[in-house]
């Protein structure tokens, strides 16, 4: 490989998902999904008056009102921030069909992971799923195979090819999709990649360890965690 087609000093993300209280939060909590300042006003431009906010703040969603049929949420006072803007913690109840005590939760549409013990929510993080050609599939699944470094590669002489050696913190639930961390970009909470579920690396290690906790992967058909896949809305390209 030419030197000169390489790139230095790619920083590592430093994004990391957050404990949830057992008593519930009070409102619903979301990250910011850009740099920005709040607008003034539902369905304004963002404004000088209002504190700048780097990409990944975490803000508390205090109600909102619809614009032309999206969401503006209120995060503060005079403060507003359109849905598009943020990816919102969105815990739901436990499907009938999740059969493990310890399950996850991951919505395509809200691009949010949420680790639940049992009916509470105990932790949530951003996550990248697949691009629209190569989606995540939807469905109740279990993490079958984990390790703690692996090799990935697809897409054999396209022009998307890729191969990741040291893969960190890996675990398979559906097929050669895996939750899996990140080191390649910073893009979370977005659709990312090729059908996996991108993580940063910090969060992917809590999940392997959460998971680890409960089921002995080194005894074969053991199982291991449910993964429930869903949106909880719909992309509008």
């Not at 994004?15 to 057992?22: D, E, K, S």
């Not at 984990?146 to 697809?154: E, F, Q």
């Not at 992917?204 to 906790?213: G, M, P, Q």
Request: with cysteine.
């Amino acid at each position: 490989v030419r030197s000169a087609d390489l790139l230095d000093n790619v920083p590592v993300s430093r994004f990391a998902g957050v404990r949830l209280p057992a008593e519930g939060l009070p409102y619903p909590m979301a990250w910011t999904m850009r740099h920005l300042r709040p607008a003034a006003v539902p369905g304004g431009q963002d404004s000088p008056n209002n504190p700048f906010m780097y990409r990944y703040t975490r803000v508390t969603l205090y109600t909102y009102v619809e614009v032309d049929g999206h969401r503006w949420y209120q995060v503060g006072p005079g403060q507003w921030i359109h849905q598009f803007n943020v990816a919102k913690i969105a815990p739901i109840e436990r499907p009938a069909e999740v059969d493990t005590e310890k399950w996850i939760g991951i919505d395509l549409y809200e691009q949010v992971l949420i680790a639940y013990e049992g009916e509470t929510p105990v932790f949530a993080t951003l996550i990248s799923s697949g691009l629209k050609a190569w989606p995540t599939n939807e469905g109740l699944f279990h993490v079958y195979l984990r390790y703690p470094r692996a090799s990935m590669s697809g897409a054999y002489q396209q022009p998307d090819f890729y191969y990741l050696q040291e893969v960190p913190w890996t675990m398979y639930f559906d097929g050669d999709i895996a939750i899996h961390g990140t080191y390649w970009h910073d893009g979370f909470g977005y659709r990312a990649s090729h059908g996996c579920v991108n993580a940063s690396i910090v969060d992917a290690k809590w999940l392997y360890d959460w998971a680890a906790s409960e089921w002995d992967f080194s005894v074969p058909n053991d199982g291991g965690p449910a993964v429930y896949v869903y949106s909880s809305g719909q992309y509008e390209s």
